[in-house]
C-alpha cells in the first residue's frame, strides 16, 4: 500500500475498507465468512455537508431552495465538524450548498479538511470559479462537479475550456427528470464537444422537493431507451448514478452486481445542513428527521438518534422483500418511494 491508501479495520463488524484518496477507489471487504455489513457502527463514511446555502441562480427545482439570502456555515462550525469527523473515521466529504465555492472561506475549508486527513471535494454551478478556488481545488480536492444547467452546451464549454487550465479531475452532474431525459440520451447517442475532457457523468434522479412531482423520472415514455443508451455507451466517458438511481439499473440494465449501490442514507452516509443539522439524507432536509448539533455530537447522532435508527429500520423492513433483487436495492428510496423506476404502474401516470 503506498502512502495514499487508507486502510480501516472494523473487527467487531467483522470488514475492512479499503480507499486510496488519490484516485478514490473505496472498496469495503468482509471477512470471510460474515455477510456485508448493513451500517458502519463507529460512523459515516462519507459526510455530505451544505456549507452554504447561497446561490446566485435560484432554480425552481432546487430543493433546499437555495437563493441569494442563504446563509454560509461559521468558519469555526466547519472545523469543529471535520474534526468530529476525522475522530470517527469518515474518508471523505462532499461539499455542497448552494454553490459551495461561493462561501467566503472556502478555500480554507478546503485545506482544514485536508489537514484532518480527509478527502474533499464539491459540486458547483460554476458560478464564482477563479483561478485562487480553482488552485486551490487542484491541490486538497479529489474531484469537483459541475451542474449541468440549459442552456447546455454553450454554459458547460465555456466552463470546462476554463477548469480544464487547472487539469482538475471533472465530473458533470446531471439531473434527470421528464423533461430533461431526451437530452440525456441526446449526448449519449451524440456527445458534445466537453465530453472529451471531463472525466465521467454523473446522472441523478429527480426528487419533487419543493416542485412538481410531474417532472418524475418514471413518468417518462423515454425511460428505457435511455438505460439502454447507458449500457451501449460506446465513448471514452465512465457513467455514474446516485443511489437513488438503483431500482432503474437493476430493471434496466446488466451490470455486474458488485457495481450495484443501494442507498446508503444513515447506513454509511449523512447530511449536515449549513445550521449544523445532521439527517440521513440531505432530501430529508424539510423534515423532522434530525439531530442538532449544537445540542449532540455527531456520533451520539449517529448512534442514537431516533429519526437515523428508523430511517435504517425502515430500509431493513422495506415492503419488497418479495422482489427477487431486493438484496441489491433494499428497497430503493424508502422515504419517497414515487423516484423508484421498477415500477411498470408508475409510467406515464
Known amino acids: 500500500m503506498d502512502g495514499n491508501t487508507v486502510t480501516n479495520k472494523y473487527p467487531e463488524q467483522h470488514y475492512s475498507t479499503i480507499f486510496n484518496k488519490t484516485t478514490g477507489l473505496f472498496i469495503r471487504i468482509e471477512d470471510k465468512g460474515f455477510e456485508d455489513p448493513f451500517w458502519a457502527e463507529s460512523g459515516p463514511e462519507l459526510l455530505d455537508i451544505s456549507i452554504t446555502n447561497y446561490c446566485e441562480r435560484g432554480c425552481e427545482f432546487c430543493y433546499r431552495n437555495s437563493n441569494i439570502n442563504g446563509k454560509h456555515i461559521e468558519l469555526h462550525d466547519y472545523i469543529d465538524l471535520v474534526k468530529q469527523a476525522k475522530n470517527i473515521g469518515t474518508l ?14 472556502f478555500t480554507k475549508i478546503l485545506k482544514e479538511t485536508v489537514n484532518q486527513g480527509i478527502v474533499p471535494s464539491y459540486t458547483t454551478n460554476g458560478q464564482g470559479l477563479n483561478k485562487e478556488i480553482l488552485e486551490a481545488t487542484k491541490q486538497f480536492c479529489g474531484a469537483m462537479a459541475i451542474s449541468a444547467y440549459s442552456p447546455y452546451e454553450n454554459y458547460l464549454n465555456e466552463i470546462m475550456d476554463y477548469v480544464s487550465l487547472f487539469k482538475i479531475k471533472t465530473n458533470i452532474h446531471f439531473l434527470l427528470n421528464k423533461d430533461t431525459l431526451e437530452r440525456a440520451i441526446s449526448w449519449l447517442k451524440n456527445p458534445p464537444v466537453f465530453f472529451n475532457i471531463i472525466n465521467a457523468i454523473i446522472f441523478l434522479n429527480y426528487k ?29 466517458l465512465k457513467i455514474g448514478f446516485d443511489s437513488c438511481s438503483i431500482s432503474g439499473i437493476l430493471k434496466y440494465m446488466n451490470v455486474n452486481k458488485i457495481f450495484y449501490e443501494s442507498c446508503e442514507a444513515s447506513r454509511f452516509s449523512a447530511f449536515i445542513s449549513e445550521d449544523l443539522k445532521m439527517y440521513p ?69
Open 92 to 105: 471523505q466529504i462532499a461539499l455542497g450548498g448552494g454553490n459551495p465555492n461561493q462561501h467566503p472561506h
Open 281 to 349: 439524507c440531505s432530501f430529508m432536509i424539510n423534515s423532522n428527521m434530525y439531530g442538532d448539533l449544537r445540542k449532540s455530537s455527531m456520533v451520539d447522532i449517529w448512534k442514537n438518534n431516533v429519526s437515523f435508527k428508523n430511517h435504517r429500520n425502515n430500509i431493513l423492513k422495506n415492503n419488497c422483500v418479495s422482489c427477487s433483487q431486493e438484496p441489491e436495492c433494499k428497497g430503493g428510496c424508502t422515504f419517497m418511494s414515487c423516484i423508484n423506476l421498477c415500477n411498470p404502474d408508475l409510467i406515464n401516470r
Open 208 to 236: 419533487p422537493i419543493n416542485s412538481s412531482d410531474r417532472l418524475l423520472l418514471n413518468k417518462s415514455p423515454l425511460l428505457q431507451e435511455f438505460f439502454e443508451c447507458v449500457e451501449n455507451n460506446k465513448t471514452h
